[in-house]
Antibody
Framework: QVQLVQSGSELKKPGASVKVSCKASGYTFTNYAMNWVRQAPGQGLDWMGWINTNTGNPTYAQGFTGRFVFSLDTSVSTAYLQISSLKADDTAVYYCARRGYSYGAPDYWGQGTLVTVSS | SYELTQPPSVSVSPGQTARITCSGDALTKKYAYWYQQKSGQAPVRVIY???KRPSGTPERFSGSRSGTMATLIISGAQVDDEGDYYC????????????FGGGTKLTVL
């Protein structure tokens, strides 16, 4: 069965960087792209963008350019989200979600990774 | 701000029909998708392409879309259906940029 397993919670200081991993299993990793979604505490879902798992080409939503980087290691079927120069308002749960064949809408989701930015 | 608009909350009694709406210009051309998120859990897809149920979604969940509005319908809502529901669609600009609605908290009591 399809599974997306994300790395554990992170506590970081402002200005630091964090890298969240998302390991896929149960399907051929390069057959489906990957979405990333943010959920700030008590807030709704924000679509951050996606990465083409064949070409490695990322697409970032408005508001997620510059400090946010999507990357891959296809040898281990893993997608990554790196955030640099962390700020307090980056505190959120970050989800990877497989990009389904229907207009790329998420079909399967990881369990989420809580990133807390605090001094 | 969100380009898809949902009511913040909907409340029904068990066994009643719950309707959650989602409105936005993108829906005139693009499908609606619906996700259920229970407290402390990851979202789960319950409807795709307006009205299709993935395997595992109970038959009491259905969906429709007309004009600028999509609707998630839960017929005979159960206490277990409580949670936040998000609609999703893609921009009509051709770049397949995704967008979520602001979410609706469903209470069944």
């Amino acid at each position: 069965q399809v599974q997306l397993v994300q790395s554990g919670s992170e506590l970081k200081k402002p200005g630091a960087s964090v890298k969240v991993s998302c390991k896929a299993s149960g399907y051929t990793f390069t057959n489906y792209a990957m979405n990333w979604v943010r959920q700030a505490p008590g807030q709704g879902l924000d679509w951050m963008g996606w990465i083409n798992t064949n070409t490695g080409n990322p697409t970032y939503a408005q508001g997620f350019t510059g400090r946010f980087v999507f990357s891959l290691d296809t040898s281990v079927s893993t997608a990554y989200l790196q955030i640099s120069s962390l700020k307090a308002d980056d505190t959120a749960v970050y989800y990877c979600a497989r990009r389904g064949y229907s207009y790329g809408a998420p079909d399967y989701w990881g369990q989420g990774t809580l990133v807390t930015v605090s001094s | 701000s969100y380009e898809l608009t949902q009511p913040p909350s909907v409340s029904v009694s068990p066994g009643q029909t719950a309707r959650i709406t989602c409105s936005g210009d993108a829906l005139t051309k693009k499908y609606a998708y619906w996700y259920q998120q229970k407290s402390g859990q990851a979202p789960v897809r319950v409807i795709y392409e307006d009205n299709k149920r993935p395997s595992g979604t109970p038959e009491r969940f259905s969906g429709s879309r007309s004009g600028t509005m999509a609707t998630l319908i839960i017929s005979g809502a159960q206490v277990d259906d409580e949670g936040d529901y998000y609609c999703y669609s893609v921009a009509s600009t051709g770049d397949r940029r995704g967008m979520f609605g602001g979410g609706t908290k469903l209470t069944v009591l």
